[in-house]
């Protein structure tokens, strides 16, 4: 398993941005679920990079809530 890192940016007006690396397909909203709860935020919007769509394209199979 590749490792998976979670970069958290906060610029000086508040706005969070979180940026997965290394996780292939859906793992990645799996894995920003617990911040996003601890910090109680509306997810304004959503941007996907080219891992998300790989391991969407493969077949990965992810767990659902």
């Known amino acids: 398993m590749d490792m998976q890192e979670i970069e ?19 793992i990645c909203m799996e894995l920003t679920k617990p911040l996003e709860e601890a910090l109680a935020a509306e997810v304004e919007s959503r941007s996907y990079t080219s891992d998300y769509y790989e391991g969407v394209a493969t077949g990965q199979k992810n767990k659902t809530k």
């Open 8 to 26: 958290i940016t906060i610029n000086s007006e508040g706005k969070i941005t979180l940026m997965v690396k290394g996780a292939k397909g859906k």
